[in-house]
């Protein structure tokens, strides 16, 4: 059943589970996702981002996402994440998304705000929910690496106003976390998230969840991330499992395929268990 980001989250929060969004750039991490969802009864979002759109075009993840999402015997959300353009935010919404992240923590804060209002206010209009972000999730390695990560922290008073300005349905926060790889322990900062939470009244999500410390997640819901984001760790495992079923002799690709989702299958269930999701739907 496809439905919003609203949909899933508000009772998400009202129960204080969460919500996993995965990143699905082709059928196969598709599938692993929705059957894994199915099998524990949760509700779950995916979708795919604007920096993974070299791997499958926006179109092409449409096609397969939309009319999969439509069958699931649980609600399913798709999410457009990390949408850095208006353009692109607008393609997905036209493509059937029910759900877009519009990025603007590069800019100012009132460039920030203006433009995210202005998104909130199109969606809305068309039935679909709107994720916003204040301070800045940056990358663990690479062009996105920040410096001095607290610097871009989410401001607890600066959120109530930007939530009330923009009309967002969802903040996605900067408390010590961080997308890709973690080379070290990361910290996040649970007392940021309890005070964003109770000055938003805002579902909370947490970018770069792979990699985090399975007590960091159940404290991190318990504190109001209401939706984490999974790349990585789906990504790793579809990978560990071609590799397993290579060395028991698969030698096609068609061959592959069931390890792949196999093993993609059993990351998703292991989060999607750890966000206390399961029977939620």
């Given amino acids: 059943m496809l ?3 609203n949909d899933l989250l508000i009772p998400a ?3 204080g589970y969460g919500v996993g969004f995965f990143n699905a750039v082709n059928v196969e991490m598709a599938r692993a996702v929705i059957e894994a969802a199915e099998e524990l009864h949760a509700p779950v979002m995916v979708g795919t981002a604007e920096v993974l759109l070299p791997a499958m075009g926006l179109e092409r993840v449409a096609e397969y996402l939309i009319p999969m999402a439509q069958k699931a015997a649980v609600p399913v959300c798709v999410h457009y994440d990390h949408g850095l353009t ?3 935010c607008m393609q997905a919404v036209k493509l059937g998304f029910t759900s877009v992240m519009y990025d603007c923590s590069t800019m100012s804060y009132e460039q920030n705000t203006e433009q995210v209002a202005e998104m909130v206010k199109i969606c809305h209009a068309m039935g679909v929910t709107v994720e916003g972000e204040l301070g800045h999730v ?3 390695e690479g062009a996105g690496r920040l410096e001095n990560p607290s610097d871009y922290y989410t401001d607890p008073e600066v959120a109530a106003d930007y939530a009330f300005r923009t009309g967002i349905d969802s903040l996605a926060v900067a408390v010590g976390n961080a997308h890709g790889d973690y080379k070290f322990k990361p910290k996040l900062d649970f007392e940021r998230i309890e005070m964003i939470a109770e000055k938003t009244g805002l579902p909370l999500v947490l970018h770069g969840g792979s ?5 960091d997640f159940r404290t991190a819901v318990q504190k109001g991330i209401c939706k984490v984001n999974i790349f990585t760790d789906l990504d790793k495992a579809g990978k560990r499992g071609i590799e ?3 060395r028991e002799g698969a ?3 068609m061959k592959l395929i069931p390890y792949e989702i196999a093993a993609m299958k059993e990351a998703a269930v292991e989060k999607i268990r750890l966000f206390g999701a399961e029977n939620m739907a």
Avoid: C, Q, S
């Avoid at 990699?211 to 007590?215: F, H, I, Q, R, S």
């Fill in 3 to 5: 439905v919003t980001m």
């Fill in 13 to 15: 929060k009202k129960k």
């Fill in 86 to 88: 208006f353009e692109r």
């Fill in 138 to 140: 940056g990358d663990n």
């Fill in 211 to 215: 990699g985090l410390a399975e007590d």
């Fill in 244 to 246: 397993t079923g290579l």
């Fill in 251 to 253: 030698d096609t690709m």
